[in-house]
């Protein structure tokens, strides 16, 4: 008898374990039109992951996020099988391999606003005005950053002033009170906004899905996406203003293109020349050298063939204004004739090294240099010649 008891409790803990392996753990991050605080709030999340649980017929257990940025860390260890989040949390998701299955047709964007009287028509325009953002990692400051980047401005020489205010409503509030020259808000909080103060908006930034579901694929194969859906007709929560939040099935590139979106380079770089993959395999022919500056595994798995590996090493933020002493690039290997041309690429438009590396080159007084902005993605869409090792 001795023996039986240690025997039945071993498998009761087998079977307890084996058990809570098969949970599944469900992280949301709420857009900025709710509050995970409130427990109205919460209990909305706490039936989507019960409905997650009757579809997948799993246990779901749900976890919630209080910031993208907390979100962004632990998604990179993978420490969710489910994560459902704004457009941005997912957009970085996918490097950690998770799979976007579902989305909301409800999208959003950010909007530029200033005063009715204000002297610009334009961002380029609003030379030292100070500028008002949402919470650093918010969808709205991020879509913002990326406007701007996109303008090729340097946000540090472009405003004279840059403030981040943690509530949605109060950058729109420094606006109304002139602490700050252009409020950088979410969409539809400005045009509700606008109804009752004075004000225009000056730019806008592109739309992209107010939420987004994204699993791993080693936990919740695609078998599953179905129930996924039926999951979240039956789920009202995101959507501003009490709307219902309606999901439909996404894919994997839309997000690529909000990474794209939210941290792309800007379309012109002073002092090089922007070129595409026919212009770049045609300086390779002519014995340009072609430098590829993404990090050794990426060059390893498929590069430009014929291109030389000069990593570029990336710390710095990306932004036209980066500081270049917190990353490192070895100008040692580029020719030591300032005069030859060189081309440099990296992983398409939301990579910075190739970028940065060109801006390094310029400063350093190279007189030929080509960006080839769209890189190895747009390279290998192109059909172009590739070849993988070192």
């Known amino acids: 008898m001795r023996f039986v008891l240690p025997a039945l409790l071993s498998v009761f803990i087998a079977l307890s374990t084996a058990h809570a392996a098969e949970t599944l753990r469900l992280g949301v991050v709420a857009t900025d039109h709710e509050n995970l605080a409130d427990a109205e709030t919460l209990d909305k999340y706490h039936a989507l992951g019960e409905q997650l649980s009757a579809q997948l017929k799993t246990p779901v257990s749900f976890s919630p996020i209080y910031s993208p940025f907390t979100a962004m860390k632990r998604v990179s260890r993978s420490e969710y099988d489910i994560i459902l989040a704004p457009a941005h949390v997912i957009a970085v998701a996918l490097k950690s391999n998770y799979a976007p299955v579902a989305k909301t047709s409800n999208k959003t964007g950010a909007v530029f606003v200033v005063a009715t009287d204000a002297p610009w028509q334009t961002l380029e325009q609003a030379q030292g005005a100070r500028l008002g953002l949402a919470a650093s990692d918010s969808l709205p400051a991020s879509l913002a950053r990326g406007e701007i980047n996109s303008k090729s401005l340097e946000m540090r020489k472009q405003f004279s002033e ?50 987004a579901l994204a699993v791993k694929r080693d936990r919740v194969g695609a078998d599953k996406d179905g129930a996924i859906l039926n999951a979240l007709a039956r789920f009202s929560g995101g959507a501003p203003n009490g ?64 291109s030389v590996w000069i990593p570029y090493a990336e710390v710095s933020a990306k932004e036209v204004g980066f500081d270049p002493a917190e990353d490192r690039f070895d100008l040692a290997k580029l020719p030591q004739d300032k005069g030859t041309p060189i081309a440099l690429y990296c992983d398409g438009t939301p990579c910075w090294k190739s970028y940065k590396a060109s801006t390094l080159a310029i400063k350093n007084g190279y007189r030929n240099v080509y960006w080839f902005r769209g890189g190895f993605p747009e390279w290998k869409a192109a059909g172009m010649p590739v070849e993988s090792g070192k």
Do not use: C, M
Not at 170 to 178: G, K, M, N, P
Not at 180 to 189: E, F, H, M, S, Y
Not at 255 to 264: E, G, I
């Open 162 to 211: 840059v403030r981040y205010f943690r509530r949605p409503e109060a950058v729109l509030y420094s606006l109304q009170i002139r602490a700050t020259d252009i409020a950088a808000a979410d969409a539809d909080l400005a045009q509700a906004w606008l109804k009752t103060n004075s004000g225009r908006i000056l730019d806008k930034t592109t739309e992209v899905p107010l939420l």
């Open 243 to 306: 709307q219902k939040a309606t999901f439909v099935a996404a894919h994997r590139e839309e997000f690529a293109a909000v990474a794209s979106t939210l941290n792309t380079t800007p379309k012109d770089l002073p002092g090089a020349r922007v070129i595409n993959a026919q212009q770049a395999a045609t300086l390779l022919n002519q014995g340009v050298t072609v430098i590829d500056a993404r990090n050794a595994e990426e060059y390893a798995n498929g590069h430009v063939k014929g």
